[in-house]
């Protein structure tokens, strides 16, 4: 539960979500899960905190992206954790493909 060392003050569990694995980093916003996709390619789900005024960014709670050799692109963002479930689940069967 490496999210506790790095963001003590999170109130909750993070999410599971098959084959992501907590990659919270206290430099970053928020926790983060983050899985391998291919090669080098990997997929970073940051869970910001529930309540909003907690958030530094006043954003949505759930910010998914996919990382290629230093570059960050956004996916989908949504405060429905199950949308991002449905979400992610729909991106790794279109790249399966």
């Not at 694995?21 to 390619?41: A, H, M, T």
């Not at 989908?76 to 790794?92: R, V, Y």
Request: charge should be negative.
């Amino acid at each position: 539960m490496r999210y506790l060392a790095e963001f003590p003050d999170y109130p909750e569990p993070l999410p599971q979500i098959e084959g992501f694995e907590d990659i919270s980093y206290r430099n970053d916003i928020c926790p983060s899960l983050g899985k391998e996709i291919q090669d080098q390619v990997y997929l970073t789900l940051f869970c910001d905190y529930p309540k909003l005024e907690d958030r530094e960014t006043q954003g949505l709670r759930y910010s998914l992206f996919i990382q290629d050799e230093g570059a960050d692109d956004y996916l989908f963002t949504t405060d429905d954790l199950e949308s991002m479930k449905h979400f992610i689940n729909g991106f790794l069967k279109g790249i399966e493909k």
